[in-house]
């Protein structure tokens, strides 16, 4: 089956750096739009940012874009998360999706159909 397994998580001061990591098995991973969402307590899971399946498009939030970098290794059937200049309303649980390839790559949660259990991410202030 499939199997989303994200790592990286931790707690850092702001404007400390964090690199969060999604392995996936069980598809074929260079076929699948991958993205990371994140939930805070009491709020809806939002979108942060979202790479297609080659690699070469990427969609990032407002709140993350220059802080953030998503890359991906097909050969290793890993996504990769690089968060920089954290700031405590980065805090929450962070998520990676998959999204089958063969549309456009979702920026929403419904276009996604597999999900990681989660790491968190904690930024004191």
Known sequence: QVQLVESGGGL??????????????GLTFSAYHMGWFR??????REF????????????????VKGRFTVSRANTENTVSLQMNSLKPEDTA?????AAA???PVPQS????GYWGQGTQVTVSS
């Open 12 to 25: 850092v001061q702001a404007g400390g750096s964090l690199r969060l990591s999604c392995a996936a098995s």
């Open 39 to 44: 939930q805070a307590p009491g709020k809806e």
């Open 48 to 63: 942060v940012t979202a790479i297609s399946e080659s690699g070469g498009t990427t969609f990032y939030a407002d709140s």
């Open 93 to 97: 649980v962070y998520y990676c999706a």
């Open 101 to 103: 390839g063969w549309g």
């Open 109 to 112: 949660r419904r276009g996604y």
